[in-house]
C-alpha cells in the first residue's frame, strides 16, 4: 500500500507541461513526504488528484487526502469522512479541509470548528506556519477537536410517524428537532481500513448536542433516503448562499468601481466646465481688447503718418542736406492764423532766450544793472505784445475750431507749441507779470486735462451691435448691487413737477413748491421752461453722435488723462464692474472752455442744437439759483455769482438694450457733483431712479420736461438743507435710451463752505467742512468708481 502510494506520487508530482500540478518546484519534495507520512500514520485517508474549483470558478487539479479520520467519543471510535485538498500555495498555507458527509449524514448546527457547509476550521488550521506544519498533526488535530465535538450526524425519519411513548422517552429521540421529525446522530460509516476495530457502544451514547442523538457504528436507524436529501438541500442552499454572497460581493465591488468611475467623470466635467468658461472669458477679454485696438486704429494711422514724415526727413539728412535744412521749413502752418501763432510765439522764444542771456551777463557783470533794467524792460514789452497777440490768436483758432496746425497730413496740438513758452523766468517782477499773462492764456486746456482720468472701455452699443445676446462678465453686477425685479415695476409716486414760468413771474406759491421739492424730494421736473424748440434739435443732434460707425465716435474718444469725450466715466481698475453705457461729455459754457477736438463737427447742426441748448439751460439754471437764493435767505444774485465762472457740462448717455437687463444697471448708484443737473430723457420709456426715502423709485418720463436735480455742491452751500439724491438709470430689454444731463458747475476755486444764512449753530449747526474748493472736490470723485453717494459727501462733511 505505502509502495503503491509512493509511486502515485511521484508520478503525479513528476508530471510536466499542462498536466503538472500548480505547486512550487522547491516545495513538492515536502508534499510528498506529507502525503506519505499521512497515509503511513492514518491509513483511512488516501492521497489522489481531483478538479478543485475556486471560488471565482477557476478550476484546478489539485491533491487531495480523501478518507475518514478516527474520533473518539464517549469511549466509541467513530469515522468522519473528510477531505484535505492541498491548495497551490501548500505547504507554505494550510490546506482546505473539508468534512464530506455521506448521503446518510448531516453536519451539526452549529459546531464551533465546521461551517455549515462543511468547512473545517480547527486552531491548528488558523495558526499553520510553514515549514513546521504539517498534514499528520493536522489529522491529529482533526481526530482531537472531532472527539469533543462530533461534526457529523446521521439523520432519518422514525419509522414511526406516532412514536410510541418509549421511543419519545428514548434519549436519543426529540420532538423539537430541527429537521422536523427527523433525529440526527454522529454518522460513522464503517470503512474497511478502520484504524482500529469499530467497537459496538454496549449501551446508547448520551446526545453530544440537545436535539440529536449519536448513532453507532452498526446501528442503522435512520432512513438514509431521507437524510440523502436533507444533506442534498441543505448543501445547495449553502452553496446558493455561498454563490448569492459571490456574486453580491463582486457586484458589490462592480459598483463601488463604477462609483468612482462616476466621481472621476463629475470631476472631469467640473473640470471642462471651468475651462470653458476660462475660455470663454478669454474670448470675452480678447473680443474686448480687439475693439479696444480697432478704436485705436486711427491712432496707428497717425503713427504711420509720423513715421513716414520722419523717414522722409532722415532721408535728407541721409543726404547730407541737413545743413541745407531750414528749420523755419520743418513746421508749415495750415492757415494765416496757424502762421501767425507760429510767429509770435517763435518771437516770444527769441525774447524769452535774450533776457535769459541779459540775466546772465548782468549776474557776471558784463553789463552795469541800468542798462539791464532798460533792456529786459523793452524785451518784456514786445513779449507782452507777442503774448498778447497769441492768446487773441488762440481765441479766434478756438471758436474757428481750428484745434491744430497742419503741414500736409501731419497735425501737432497748437497746446504743443504754446507750452514751450513756460521754460525760465527771470527774476525781474516785470517779466513774471508779462509771462503770467501768456501761462493764462494756456490755462483752459491745462486744466481740462487735470481734473482727472477714465480708463478706455468697449463701446456697449458696438458689443450688443455684434451679438444682442451677449453680456460680458465685467458687466454684470454683484448680486446685492442687481435691480430686484420688484424695483423695477414702474412706480406710483410722482416727482414734483414745478412750472417755470410761474416762477419767473415771481408765483410765490411756486416757489414754495420748489422749496418743497427740493427739501423732501432734491428731484422735480420743470415744464413750461421755455426751451421747447431747442430740445428736439438737441435731442436729434446727440442721436445723430451715437448712430455714427464706432471708428467715427473713436476720434472723439476721451483723451488718456481727459474726462471729456466718448467713452465711459468712473473707471478706475480693470476690476471694476461696468455699466451698460456708453458716453459722451462736452464742455458747453463758456463757449471758450470748449475742447473742440471733441466737438463731432461732421454732424451737421451738432454744434448749433448744443449750443442753442446750454443757452436756454443757462438761462433756466439763473432762474432756479435766482428762486433757491431768495429761499436761501439770500439776494436772488447770490448762488449764480457764487459759481464765479459757471460752467456746463453736458453729458450724453447711450444705453443700449440687454438681454439680461435685470443683471446690469445703465448707470451705477452715484450722486451728482454739480450744483444742479438739468437732465433730458426718452418721453417713453422709465429707467432713471432715484433713492426717495430708502426706496427706489422711477421718475416717469413727463414729455417735454426737463428733470432738475440738487447736486453735491448745493447740499454742501446749503448746509444739507436741499439734498443731493443718490440716482441710477435701469436698461430696457427691447428699447435703447438716450439721456442727456448738463451738470451746472462752479469755479474751480469756489469753496463749497456752508453758506451764513444756512448755518445756525443753536438749530442748524454747520455739516460741512470750510475751504474746500470745488476743484478738489471734483478730482476727488472722479477719482473713484461710481458708489452711491456717501462715498463722496463724507470728504465734504466735518468729522464729527
Ligand atoms: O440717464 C439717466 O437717467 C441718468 C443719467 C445721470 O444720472 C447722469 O448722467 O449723471
Ligand atoms: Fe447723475
Given at each position: 500500500?505505502?509502495?503503491?502510494?509512493?509511486?502515485?506520487?511521484?508520478?503525479?508530482?513528476?508530471?510536466?507541461?499542462?498536466?503538472?500540478?500548480?505547486?512550487?518546484?522547491?516545495?513538492?519534495?515536502?508534499?510528498?513526504?506529507?502525503?506519505?507520512?499521512?497515509?503511513?500514520?492514518?491509513?483511512?485517508?488516501?492521497?489522489?488528484?481531483?478538479?478543485?474549483?475556486?471560488?471565482?470558478?477557476?478550476?484546478?487539479?489539485?491533491?487531495?487526502?480523501?478518507?475518514?479520520?478516527?474520533?473518539?467519543?464517549?469511549?466509541?471510535?467513530?469515522?468522519?469522512?473528510?477531505?484535505?485538498?492541498?491548495?497551490?500555495?501548500?505547504?507554505?498555507?494550510?490546506?482546505?479541509?473539508?468534512?464530506?458527509?455521506?448521503?446518510?449524514?448531516?453536519?451539526?448546527?452549529?459546531?464551533?470548528?465546521?461551517?455549515?457547509?462543511?468547512?473545517?476550521?480547527?486552531?491548528?488550521?488558523?495558526?499553520?506556519?510553514?515549514?513546521?506544519?504539517?498534514?499528520?498533526?493536522?489529522?491529529?488535530?482533526?481526530?482531537?477537536?472531532?472527539?469533543?465535538?462530533?461534526?457529523?450526524?446521521?439523520?432519518?425519519?422514525?419509522?414511526?410517524?406516532?412514536?410510541?411513548?418509549?421511543?419519545?422517552?428514548?434519549?436519543?429521540?426529540?420532538?423539537?428537532?430541527?429537521?422536523?421529525?427527523?433525529?440526527?446522530?454522529?454518522?460513522?460509516?464503517?470503512?474497511?481500513?478502520?484504524?482500529?476495530?469499530?467497537?459496538?457502544?454496549?449501551?446508547?451514547?448520551?446526545?453530544?448536542?440537545?436535539?440529536?442523538?449519536?448513532?453507532?457504528?452498526?446501528?442503522?436507524?435512520?432512513?438514509?433516503?431521507?437524510?440523502?436529501?436533507?444533506?442534498?438541500?441543505?448543501?445547495?442552499?449553502?452553496?446558493?448562499?455561498?454563490?448569492?454572497?459571490?456574486?453580491?460581493?463582486?457586484?458589490?465591488?462592480?459598483?463601488?468601481?463604477?462609483?468612482?468611475?462616476?466621481?472621476?467623470?463629475?470631476?472631469?466635467?467640473?473640470?471642462?466646465?471651468?475651462?470653458?468658461?476660462?475660455?470663454?472669458?478669454?474670448?470675452?477679454?480678447?473680443?474686448?481688447?480687439?475693439?479696444?485696438?480697432?478704436?485705436?486704429?486711427?491712432?496707428?494711422?497717425?503713427?504711420?503718418?509720423?513715421?513716414?514724415?520722419?523717414?522722409?526727413?532722415?532721408?535728407?539728412?541721409?543726404?547730407?542736406?541737413?545743413?541745407?535744412?531750414?528749420?523755419?521749413?520743418?513746421?508749415?502752418?495750415?492757415?494765416?492764423?496757424?502762421?501767425?501763432?507760429?510767429?509770435?510765439?517763435?518771437?516770444?522764444?527769441?525774447?524769452?532766450?535774450?533776457?535769459?542771456?541779459?540775466?546772465?551777463?548782468?549776474?557776471?557783470?558784463?553789463?552795469?544793472?541800468?542798462?539791464?533794467?532798460?533792456?529786459?524792460?523793452?524785451?518784456?514789452?514786445?513779449?507782452?505784445?507777442?503774448?498778447?497777440?497769441?492768446?487773441?490768436?488762440?481765441?479766434?483758432?478756438?471758436?474757428?475750431?481750428?484745434?491744430?496746425?497742419?503741414?500736409?497730413?501731419?497735425?501737432?496740438?497748437?497746446?504743443?507749441?504754446?507750452?514751450?513758452?513756460?521754460?525760465?523766468?527771470?527774476?525781474?517782477?516785470?517779466?513774471?507779470?508779462?509771462?503770467?499773462?501768456?501761462?493764462?492764456?494756456?490755462?483752459?486746456?491745462?486744466?481740462?486735462?487735470?481734473?482727472?482720468?477714465?480708463?478706455?472701455?468697449?463701446?456697449?452699443?458696438?458689443?450688443?451691435?455684434?451679438?444682442?445676446?451677449?453680456?460680458?462678465?465685467?458687466?454684470?453686477?454683484?448680486?446685492?448691487?442687481?435691480?430686484?425685479?420688484?424695483?423695477?415695476?414702474?412706480?406710483?409716486?410722482?416727482?414734483?413737477?414745478?412750472?417755470?414760468?410761474?416762477?419767473?413771474?415771481?408765483?410765490?406759491?411756486?416757489?414754495?413748491?420748489?422749496?418743497?421739492?427740493?427739501?423732501?424730494?432734491?428731484?422735480?421736473?420743470?415744464?413750461?421752461?421755455g426751451a421747447d424748440e431747442v430740445l428736439p434739435k438737441m435731442k436729434a443732434a446727440v442721436a445723430a453722435f451715437f448712430e455714427l460707425p464706432l471708428c467715427e465716435k473713436m476720434k472723439y474718444r476721451m483723451a488718456a488723462n481727459d474726462i471729456q469725450g466718448y467713452g465711459q466715466f468712473y473707471v478706475v481698475s480693470d476690476e471694476q464692474k461696468l455699466d451698460w453705457s456708453d458716453s459722451m461729455l462736452l464742455m458747453t459754457m463758456p463757449s471758450y472752455i470748449?475742447?473742440?477736438?471733441?466737438?463731432?463737427?461732421?454732424?451737421?447742426?451738432?454744434?448749433?442744437?448744443?449750443?442753442?441748448?446750454?443757452?436756454?439751460?443757462?438761462?433756466?439754471?439763473?432762474?432756479?439759483?435766482?428762486?433757491?437764493?431768495?429761499?436761501?435767505?439770500?439776494?436772488?444774485?447770490?448762488?449764480?455769482?457764487?459759481?464765479?465762472?459757471?460752467?456746463?457740462?453736458?453729458?450724453?448717455?447711450?444705453?443700449?438694450?440687454?438681454?439680461?437687463?435685470?443683471?446690469?444697471?445703465?448707470?451705477?448708484?452715484?450722486?451728482?457733483?454739480?450744483?444742479?443737473?438739468?437732465?433730458?430723457?426718452?418721453?417713453?420709456?422709465?429707467?432713471?431712479?432715484?433713492?426717495?426715502?430708502?426706496?427706489?423709485?422711477?421718475?416717469?418720463?413727463?414729455?417735454?420736461?426737463?428733470?432738475?436735480?440738487?447736486?453735491?455742491?448745493?447740499?454742501?452751500?446749503?448746509?444739507?438743507?436741499?439734498?443731493?439724491?443718490?440716482?441710477?438709470?435701469?436698461?430696457?430689454?427691447?428699447?435703447?435710451?438716450?439721456?442727456?444731463?448738463?451738470?451746472?458747475?462752479?469755479?474751480?476755486?469756489?469753496?463749497?463752505?456752508?453758506?451764513?444764512?444756512?448755518?445756525?449753530?443753536?438749530?442748524?449747526?454747520?455739516?460741512?467742512?470750510?475751504?474746500?474748493?470745488?476743484?478738489?472736490?471734483?478730482?476727488?470723485?472722479?477719482?473713484?468708481?461710481?458708489?452711491?453717494?456717501?462715498?463722496?459727501?463724507?470728504?465734504?462733511?466735518?468729522?464729527?
Open positions: 500500500m505505502a509502495q503503491y502510494t509512493q509511486q502515485f506520487l511521484s508520478s503525479v508530482l513528476s508530471q510536466r507541461g499542462p498536466a503538472a500540478l500548480p505547486y512550487a518546484e522547491d516545495v513538492k519534495w515536502f508534499i510528498r513526504q506529507h502525503l506519505v507520512s499521512l497515509t503511513e500514520a492514518y491509513p483511512s485517508l488516501q492521497p489522489k488528484t481531483a478538479t478543485f474549483t475556486h471560488n471565482d470558478g477557476r478550476t484546478v487539479n489539485l491533491l487531495q487526502a480523501d478518507g475518514t479520520v478516527p474520533m473518539l467519543f464517549q469511549g466509541v471510535t467513530y469515522n468522519i469522512p473528510v477531505a484535505i485538498w492541498l491548495t497551490e500555495s501548500y505547504p507554505r498555507h494550510a490546506p482546505l479541509v473539508f468534512v464530506n458527509p455521506t448521503r446518510d449524514m448531516i453536519i451539526k448546527r452549529p459546531h464551533q470548528f465546521v461551517s455549515p457547509n462543511g468547512v473545517v476550521s480547527i486552531p491548528y488550521i488558523q495558526n499553520w506556519v510553514y515549514p513546521s506544519s504539517n498534514i499528520v498533526e493536522l489529522a491529529r488535530n482533526l481526530c482531537h477537536f472531532f472527539g469533543r465535538d462530533p461534526p457529523l450526524y446521521s439523520q432519518r425519519k422514525p419509522s414511526n410517524p406516532n412514536p410510541s411513548p418509549n421511543y419519545a422517552s428514548n434519549n436519543f429521540s426529540s420532538v423539537n428537532s430541527s429537521v422536523g421529525s427527523a433525529v440526527a446522530r454522529p454518522a460513522i460509516p464503517p470503512r474497511v481500513y478502520s484504524p482500529s476495530p469499530t467497537p459496538t457502544p454496549t449501551s446508547t451514547p448520551p446526545p453530544p448536542y440537545g436535539t440529536g442523538s449519536v448513532y453507532g457504528s452498526g446501528r442503522i436507524m435512520d432512513d438514509p433516503a431521507e437524510v440523502f436529501k436533507k444533506n442534498a438541500i441543505n448543501k445547495l442552499v449553502e452553496s446558493l448562499n455561498g454563490d448569492i454572497r459571490e456574486l453580491r460581493k463582486t457586484r458589490e465591488a462592480e459598483l463601488e468601481g463604477l462609483f468612482s468611475a462616476q466621481a472621476v467623470l463629475r470631476k472631469r466635467e467640473e473640470e471642462l466646465g471651468k475651462g470653458l468658461k476660462e475660455m470663454q472669458d478669454e474670448k470675452e477679454g480678447l473680443e474686448q481688447q480687439l475693439q479696444i485696438v480697432l478704436m485705436n486704429s486711427d491712432v496707428l494711422e497717425g503713427c504711420d503718418v509720423l513715421e513716414g514724415w520722419l523717414s522722409e526727413n532722415e532721408e535728407k539728412m541721409g543726404n547730407n542736406e541737413i545743413n541745407s535744412l531750414d528749420v523755419d521749413e520743418t513746421l508749415e502752418p495750415c492757415d494765416a492764423l496757424s502762421k501767425q501763432m507760429l510767429d509770435c510765439t517763435a518771437s516770444d522764444l527769441v525774447v524769452e532766450d535774450v533776457i535769459y542771456a541779459l540775466d546772465k551777463a548782468v549776474q557776471e557783470g558784463a553789463i552795469p544793472f541800468d542798462q539791464y533794467l532798460r533792456n529786459v524792460r523793452l524785451l518784456s514789452r514786445e513779449q507782452f505784445f507777442h503774448r498778447a497777440t497769441a492768446s487773441k490768436v488762440r481765441a479766434v483758432q478756438m471758436q474757428a475750431q481750428l484745434i491744430v496746425i497742419r503741414r500736409p497730413s501731419v497735425w501737432i496740438p497748437c497746446f504743443c507749441l504754446a507750452s514751450e513758452n513756460q521754460r525760465s523766468f527771470s527774476s525781474t517782477l516785470e517779466r513774471y507779470m508779462y509771462a503770467q499773462l501768456a501761462i493764462m492764456a494756456t490755462e483752459y486746456e491745462d486744466k481740462a486735462l487735470g481734473y482727472g482720468s477714465s480708463l478706455p472701455v468697449p463701446s456697449v452699443q458696438e458689443i450688443v451691435r455684434n451679438d444682442a445676446n451677449n453680456v460680458p462678465k465685467r458687466y454684470i453686477k454683484n448680486l446685492e448691487d442687481r435691480p430686484l425685479s420688484s424695483e423695477r415695476l414702474p412706480l406710483l409716486l410722482d416727482i414734483p413737477i414745478i412750472n417755470l414760468s410761474l416762477l419767473t413771474n415771481g408765483d410765490e406759491e411756486e416757489r414754495r413748491r420748489l422749496d418743497i421739492a427740493c427739501k423732501e424730494w432734491g428731484f422735480f421736473q420743470i415744464i413750461n421752461h470748449r475742447n473742440m477736438k471733441y466737438w463731432p463737427i461732421a454732424i451737421p447742426g451738432f454744434k448749433e442744437a448744443l449750443e442753442e441748448y446750454s443757452i436756454e439751460l443757462e438761462r433756466i439754471t439763473y432762474e432756479i439759483f435766482g428762486n433757491l437764493s431768495s429761499l436761501m435767505g439770500m439776494e436772488r444774485g447770490v448762488l449764480k455769482e457764487l459759481h464765479g465762472i459757471m460752467k456746463l457740462g453736458m453729458r450724453m448717455n447711450y444705453y443700449p438694450t440687454c438681454s439680461q437687463p435685470d443683471l446690469v444697471l445703465g448707470i451705477s448708484p452715484h450722486s451728482d457733483s454739480s450744483s444742479i443737473t438739468l437732465l433730458v430723457q426718452d418721453d417713453d420709456l422709465t429707467a432713471l431712479q432715484i433713492k426717495h426715502k430708502e426706496e427706489w423709485v422711477s421718475v416717469k418720463p413727463v414729455p417735454n420736461a426737463i428733470v432738475v436735480n440738487i447736486g453735491d455742491v448745493v447740499e454742501a452751500w446749503s448746509n444739507g438743507l436741499y439734498e443731493s439724491i443718490e440716482h441710477r438709470a435701469l436698461i430696457n430689454e427691447k428699447k435703447p435710451r438716450i439721456s442727456v444731463a448738463t451738470f451746472v458747475i462752479p469755479g474751480d476755486d469756489v469753496a463749497l463752505n456752508p453758506l451764513e444764512t444756512m448755518v445756525d449753530e443753536n438749530h442748524r449747526p454747520r455739516i460741512y467742512k470750510n475751504d474746500v474748493k470745488y476743484v478738489e472736490y471734483l478730482r476727488h470723485t472722479l477719482a473713484k468708481k461710481m458708489d452711491g453717494k456717501a462715498t463722496n459727501l463724507e470728504y465734504l462733511k466735518l468729522q464729527m
